[in-house]
């Protein structure tokens, strides 16, 4: 794991609304709050985990970050350029250092294309080398993400959906990124596959000095891969720390609910009931904190005002009104 401090990405205040159009005109009447006021930052050679329900805004998160979706409003700093107001054909050339893989390695991939050629496609786009050297670069990606250089000639449906994923992750190192943002990688493969993806993700961490923002709704996987783990609930973060001090000391009431709810591998002990309730609408999120309706320790404050993000202890930040409200040092969380 990363002892790094210098920091590669910065997210202030993001947002993202969807609008929900109704009516004879067709005009927005209300708006679905994905991603409602993130901020966060992401230290150079670390992994950022980002855990939550389905429908928290995981997703939405990471494709705005690398503008896949445009924000709605706030910034996002790589190596400190502003790149939501970077015209588009600067934009581009960011995209070299910034790469995501996706939840799905079937869909994700174009079934008409090989995957030597969808590896060699960034390189094309980019201007990378001539013919025979990527070649040569397509033969060595697959080398490395544990596939034979002769499986460049294969179409999707010829792969395991863990040779897939592989294939997806070969075409996101092919430019040599600096940060990838992997969205639920593993959560489409068998358990046994799951492992295998996961030693890879960090063996070439390892090797190439890479970033990640790793999304998953499994905890107990993202705490084998990252250095600090963020919960995000109804398009916020409610809770962030480094992943050992958040596993044993969980403040937020979700984060608590969400650990208590892991299965226990003691067959003879029963875990937890799942978080209670289902999330609300994003279209109509509740007023003040937006857990209180399925908080157990829900005061008065908690339904009329918003918490804010406050540092409990060293770099563990909480957005919950049960916790004394202390200033925050000038960079965080």
């Avoid at 329900?53 to 690398?66: A, F, I, M, P």
């Avoid at 294939?167 to 068998?190: N, Q």
Wanted: glycine letters at 8%.
């Amino acid at each position: 794991m990363s002892d790094r401090t210098e920091v590669l990405v910065e997210v202030r205040d993001l947002k993202k609304h969807f609008p929900a159009r109704a009516g004879l005109f067709r005009m927005p009447r209300r708006y679905l709050k994905a991603v409602d006021g993130v901020s966060f930052v992401i230290r150079k050679g670390e992994t950022l985990g980002l855990v939550g329900e389905s429908g928290c805004g995981k997703t939405t998160l990471g494709r705005t970050l690398l503008r896949l979706v445009e924000p709605t409003s706030g910034s996002v700093r790589f190596e400190g350029v502003e790149i939501t107001s970077l015209p588009r054909a600067e934009l581009r050339k960011m995209r070299r250092q910034m790469q995501m893989i996706f939840q799905d390695p079937y869909s994700s991939l174009n079934p008409r294309m090989t995957a030597g050629a969808m590896i060699e496609e960034g390189l094309i786009v980019h201007g990378q080398g001539n013919r025979r050297e990527r070649k040569e670069r397509v033969a060595e990606l697959l080398h490395l993400v544990g596939l034979s250089p002769r499986d460049a000639g294969k179409y999707p449906h010829e792969f395991s959906g863990g040779q897939r994923q592989r294939v997806g992750i070969a075409r996101a190192l092919a430019l040599v990124p600096k940060w990838i943002v992997a969205d639920e990688p593993v959560s489409a493969l068998d358990v046994s596959i799951q492992a295998q993806i996961l030693n890879l993700l960090v063996e070439l961490q390892e090797s190439f000095g890479l970033t990640y923002l790793f999304i998953s709704h499994d905890l107990r996987v993202v705490e084998h891969v990252s250095d600090r783990v963020a919960v995000m609930y109804l398009g916020r973060i409610v809770e962030l720390a480094r992943s050992q001090a958040l596993y044993a000391r969980p403040r937020h009431p979700y984060t608590q609910m969400l650990l208590a709810s892991l299965p226990l591998p003691d067959p003879r002990r029963r875990g937890r009931p799942a978080v209670a309730g289902d999330v609300p609408s994003a279209l109509s999120p509740p007023a003040g904190c937006p857990f209180h309706p399925r908080c157990p320790s829900c005061a008065q404050i908690c339904r009329e005002v918003s918490p804010e993000m406050v540092e409990v202890e060293p770099e563990h930040f909480v957005a919950c009104h049960l916790h004394a409200r202390e200033p925050q040092r000038p960079g965080s969380p």
